[in-house]
């Protein structure tokens, strides 16, 4: 099974920043896809960004030019830079994995992040 465990989260003003990372238990290259979810107050799970397998970075129209998806392929972890954040940007952030080793996605427990005056 893979781990990953998920930092950085918190409480900033509108306007702010925030990195995320994302630790994995494997090595961040054995994974075919890996990226970020959220999840707001009644909202459903939605995908944030992503890098899937070639490089290919997708993003969520609510976040371009504004988040960034990145890893550190030696350290094996995934980040998230996170600006000009905005209220609606508060979720639940939860990072993920698609193992080919499993057949399988996991995910972190999720952390928080907070956008508010």
């Known amino acids: 099974q893979v781990q990953l465990v998920e930092s950085g989260g918190g409480e900033v003003q509108p306007g702010g920043s925030l990195r995320l990372s994302c630790a994995t238990s494997?090595?961040?290259?054995?994974?075919?896809?890996v990226g970020w979810d959220r999840q707001g107050p009644g909202n459903e799970r939605d995908m944030v960004a992503r890098?899937?397998?070639?490089?290919?970075?997708d993003y969520a129209d609510s976040v371009k030019g504004r988040f960034t998806i990145s890893r550190d392929d030696a350290r094996n972890i995934l980040f998230l830079e996170m600006n000009s954040l905005k209220p609606e940007d508060t979720a639940l952030y939860y990072c993920?994995?698609?193992?080919?080793?499993?057949?399988?996605?996991?995910w972190g427990e999720g952390t928080q992040v907070t956008v508010s005056s």
């Open positions: 890098i899937s397998s070639g490089d290919r970075t």
């Open positions: 494997e090595s961040i290259l054995s994974f075919h896809t």
């Open positions: 993920y994995v698609y193992s080919w080793r499993y057949g399988s996605s996991f």
